[in-house]
């Protein structure tokens, strides 16, 4: 179903996501298929192209989900583009960043349990897939759990080389 919130947008609703896994699984962002040029002049997509674009990136959506329930960090981070906006502070932050972040919660953590819903894909006019949901998060490891609800997750997705990457996580 594809609801007009504005001119400059296109936004699809997506169904939940419940991924519930321990450690050593091997998904990776799985790459998307190519799809040719984006939209009218001035780069607003036409409808047919958004929903293309939304199907590609909730799919990229649910890899990243898999690679971190099933956390192998190179695997995590190949979601990932280089340069990436963590905060409305901390824009162009290296990958690094996330890396390390991901490191210290894959080593403290062992089993990550995730469910994502209310998930929504806003294609912007420059091609990119702004994705939000809720996360409902269960971590666990030999003497910690860390658990909760965020009640609003945002991913920005940029396809870059041919391939979704995220390039803000808010």
Known sequence: RTEHTD????RISAHPTTITQATGGTEQCPPTR???PIGRPGGEPVASDASVITSEARAELDGWVQTLV???LDRHMSCYADRLDLSKKMRSAD???VRSDNLR???KYSQFGLKIRNVKADVTTNGQ???TFESVYDFRG???VHSGVDPRTE????KIDGVWKIVSER
Do not use: H, Q
């Open 105 to 107: 919660l894959f080593s």
């Open 129 to 131: 897939v702004i994705t």
């Open 142 to 144: 030999d003497n910690a």
């Open 95 to 97: 990958v690094s960043y």
């Open 70 to 72: 099933n956390p192998v």
């Open 34 to 36: 190519a799809v040719g």
């Open 155 to 158: 991913l920005r997705w940029k």
């Open 7 to 10: 001119p400059m947008t296109r």
